[in-house]
C-alpha cells in the first residue's frame, strides 16, 4: 500500500479543518482515555469550584494555542521529520483539549470567549518560528513546553486536594508536556534567547489573566 504524500494546498485545507474543530466542534480524544474517568467526583464549595473550572478553562485556551503552533509549525517546517513530528505532537495535544473541555463541562463552567483570539495569534507566532528554521522551530517547542510545565505545577497547587479528577488530568497533562520538551530538544531544539523566553512569559501572563475572568 502506497503512503499518500500530501500537498501543501491538502495540508492548508487539513489545518483548517482543524481550526474549526479545535474552535467550534467537540474534540475527539485521539489515542488515550480521559484520566479522570474512574474517579469520583469532590465536594467542593461554590468557589472552589468555580475557582477551579476557570483553571481549566485556562489550560482549555493553553491547548487551543498549542493546537494552533504546532499547525502553524507543521506548515513552515523546512524538514519532513519536523513537519512530522509538529504534527504529531499536535495530535496528541488533541487528547489534552478533550480532557480539558470534558472536565469545564463536568464542573458546570463554559471555555473561554477568547479562544479565537489566541488561536489566531498563536498559529501566526508558530507560523514564523517555523520560518526562522527547524532547529529555532523546535526551540521554540522545548521553552513552550518548559512554560507550561511550570504553568501546571502552579495549578497543582491551587487545586484541593481532595480533588482527584481535576488533578489527575493535570498531572497526565504535565507528563505529556515533559516528554514533548524532551523530544524536541533530542531532535536538534537551539535554546532560545533570553529575550524571547521573557516575552513568552510575559504572554503566557496575559492570556491566563484575560482567560480566567472572559
Same mark, same amino acid.
Given at each position: 500500500m502506497t503512503q499518500r504524500h500530501y500537498t501543501p494546498i491538502d495540508?492548508?485545507?487539513?489545518? *483548517? %479543518?482543524? *481550526?474549526?474543530?479545535?474552535?467550534?466542534g467537540r474534540p475527539r480524544v485521539t489515542e488515550r482515555p480521559y484520566p479522570a474517568a474512574l474517579l469520583? @467526583? *469532590?465536594?467542593?464549595?461554590?468557589?472552589?469550584?468555580?475557582?477551579?473550572?476557570?483553571?481549566?478553562?485556562?489550560n482549555h485556551?493553553?491547548?487551543?494555542?498549542?493546537?494552533?503552533?504546532? +499547525?502553524?509549525?507543521?506548515?513552515?517546517?523546512?524538514?519532513? @521529520?519536523?513537519r512530522k513530528r509538529m504534527e504529531r505532537s499536535a495530535l496528541e495535544e488533541n487528547d489534552h483539549l478533550a480532557w480539558c473541555a470534558t472536565?469545564? @463541562?463536568e464542573l458546570g463552567d463554559r471555555k473561554s470567549l477568547l479562544n479565537p483570539l489566541f488561536f489566531a495569534g498563536s498559529f501566526a507566532i508558530g507560523a514564523l518560528a517555523g520560518l526562522a528554521g527547524d532547529r529555532w522551530s523546535l526551540g521554540f517547542v522545548v521553552e513552550?513546553?518548559? +512554560?507550561?510545565? %511550570?504553568?501546571?505545577?502552579?495549578?497543582?497547587? +491551587?487545586?484541593?486536594?481532595r480533588d482527584e479528577r481535576?488533578? *489527575?488530568?493535570? @498531572?497526565?497533562m504535565k507528563v505529556d508536556e515533559i516528554h514533548h520538551a524532551q523530544v524536541a530538544k533530542a531532535a536538534g531544539g537551539a535554546e532560545l534567547p533570553a529575550p524571547i523566553r521573557t516575552a513568552m512569559r510575559l504572554a503566557s501572563r496575559a492570556m491566563t489573566r484575560s482567560v480566567y475572568w472572559v
Open positions: 495540508r492548508l485545507i487539513r489545518n *483548517a %479543518d482543524n *481550526a474549526l474543530r479545535t474552535l467550534f469520583d @467526583e *469532590a465536594a467542593l464549595g461554590q468557589q472552589e469550584r468555580r475557582h477551579v473550572a476557570r483553571l481549566m478553562r485556562i485556551t493553553g491547548e487551543v494555542c498549542a493546537q494552533a503552533l504546532y +499547525q502553524g509549525q507543521a506548515i513552515t517546517a523546512r524538514l519532513p @521529520e519536523t472536565r469545564i @463541562e513552550t513546553e518548559r +512554560q507550561v510545565e %511550570d504553568h501546571l505545577d502552579d495549578h497543582l497547587d +491551587q487545586v484541593p486536594e481535576t488533578r *489527575a488530568v493535570l @498531572e497526565q
